[in-house]
DNA sequence: AACAGATAGTTGAACTTTCAATCAAGTCGT
DNA sequence: ACGACTTGATTGAAAGTTCAACTATCTGTT
């Protein structure tokens, strides 16, 4: 921040949007992880990986790729996919074109829990979102998150 | 979940629409977080708190109200508060009404930090997400996250 | 007054995420 | 083919969050 810039505050309405914003999506994710784990035992992030890996060709994807996918660091997956290999959900499989790579592949146990899991994750997002709000309005939310999502994006960690 | 009924599914597009709001909220919240540490060494949920201390008549919130303005725990806050303290950047002080409750405090330290740190803060808002967006769009977000807080808002930990 | 139950806050352990360091394997330029 | 550099993934420790258990205080009922 350069000193002699005045920095732009929000007015009274933008602050209230503001607030909302971080309520909400507080209340939300944790509703949504807390269903999640009390009926199926993975989390809301167990669950994305079930889900990226459920629609990938061999319902497997690289470590790298699963970091990129979710803008999680590739430490973080590490741990997930550890985690979920121990529950037998995932296993690792070396990759054969790159001495370096491993890939995470989904089991058919893991492939059962994600089918039961997405009912209850599909009715909460509906329940305390979707459902709420206008197609416009969510529409709209849509819009404006892609575009956060493009401008902080390709990060590195 | 009643196994007679059938799960709506969300179609395509707004299946997209949140993916991009999980995207989003993740590397939007984890920028923000990354800004105010590297550039003030506190967490955007330190910050928050500070913000609601500064905001409160004698700069001093009692823990179990600042639980719910921030949809956290109650032990989360204890835990974060209990941070800030050893920081300087907030105090502990007995509730006089209440024997069971402690008031936190908003120091000088603190508001010292907060007033730096709020130009981060804001920057950051607009250049990530509120500059992104048409007033309208931003408008249906808060619309959206508004109905969410209110539908999820009272729960109790 | 005394008890039951609810509320405020803390605690410590378990779990999850972040951070910095490390190792192995790939790529590029000479 | 060598060294420098980059990339893919893991590791372990530190930081932050959740969870269940606990203490203390307050409220309402009898």
Chains 1, 2 share one sequence.
Not at 128 to 133: E, I, K, M, T
Request: charged fraction near 25%; charge should be neutral.
């Amino acid at each position: 921040m350069k000193s002699a810039e005045q920095t732009r505050w929000l007015d009274e309405r933008q602050q209230e949007h503001w607030r909302a914003f971080l309520g909400g999506i507080t209340v939300l994710m944790d509703q949504l992880d807390r269903d999640l784990r009390a009926e199926h035992g993975i989390s809301i992030t167990e669950y994305e990986i079930l889900v990226r890996l459920s629609e990938s060709p061999d319902r497997s994807i690289r470590m790298a790729d699963l970091a990129a996918s979710l803008s999680h660091s590739r430490s973080r997956i590490t741990h997930t996919i550890t985690r979920l290999e121990r529950d037998g959900l995932v296993s690792r499989i070396q990759c054969d074109t790159d001495g370096r790579g491993v890939t995470a592949v989904l089991t058919d146990k893991g492939f059962e829990t994600l089918s039961t899991a997405a009912h209850t994750h599909v009715n909460g997002v509906r329940k305390y979102l979707v459902d709420l709000a206008s197609p416009e309005d969510f529409a709209a939310v849509g819009r404006v998150m892609t575009k956060v999502q493009n401008a902080l994006g390709g990060r590195t960690f």
